[in-house]
T-cell receptor, first 111, second 111 residues
């Protein structure tokens, strides 16, 4: 009965590969987010969807493409992975901006 | 760009001590949230404050939102080893807006 679940927890892949991270929330929240946490623990927003519609798209390389098939799911696909993409990626959901519920993260390592 | 500065960056104290940490900005936020993150997990929401001057208590933790809604403080009374973690503050500009995170405060409480 996890509120926000991400898979996989760990992802190790070679440069140039394409990979996807999946996220699902069972909280009934309308808004979902992808955040990237770098090695210094700084969390930076990447994308936000509200009821399947993209509402926030920060300056992110177009190799990153989010997809929201329904308001409970927000997936992240990354093409042509680079070393600098190594980080922890967090999915989150909220009924508003007044309280996020985060998943436990996906640690991506590009070698 | 709204920035949140957290201080101190690192704090190591003995069990039983009191501490106060800060989150400051030159921007006004409609809400400010505090999260705690433990290794290998996502941030967990501790509190949301929305009114200037608001004070909220969560057991031994006391949160205050500045009168001008630009800053916040977190005071922990009689810290315990279980309080160890990364404390993140985040400011929101309104419903469904992105949260801007500070870089976090790493707290270590020694038994």
């Amino acid at each position: 009965d996890t509120a926000v679940s991400q898979t996989p927890k760990y992802l190790v892949t070679q440069m140039g590969n394409d990979k996807s991270i999946k996220c699902e929330q069972n909280l009934g929240h309308d808004t979902m987010y992808w955040y990237k946490q770098d090695s210094k623990k700084f969390l930076k927003i990447m994308f936000s969807y509200n009821n399947k519609e993209l509402i926030i798209n920060e300056t992110v390389p177009n190799r990153f493409s989010p997809k929201s098939p329904d308001k409970a799911h927000l997936n992240l696909h990354i093409n042509s992975l680079e070393l600098g993409d190594s980080a922890v990626y967090f999915c989150a959901s909220s009924p508003s901006a007044y309280g996020y519920t985060f998943g436990s993260g996906t640690r991506l390592t590009v070698v | 760009t709204q920035l949140l500065e957290q201080s101190p960056q690192f704090l190591s104290i003995q069990e039983g001590e009191n501490l106060t940490v800060y989150c400051n900005s030159s921007s006004v936020f409609s809400s400010l949230q505090w999260y705690r993150q433990e290794p290998g997990e996502g941030p967990v929401l501790l509190v949301t404050v929305v009114t200037g001057g608001e004070v909220k208590k969560l057991k031994r933790l006391t949160f205050q939102f500045g009168d001008a809604r630009k800053d916040s403080s977190l005071h922990i009374t009689a810290a315990q080893p279980g309080d160890t973690g990364l404390y993140l503050c985040a400011g929101g500009a309104g419903a469904n807006s992105k949260l801007t995170f500070g870089k976090g405060i790493t707290l270590s409480v020694r038994p």
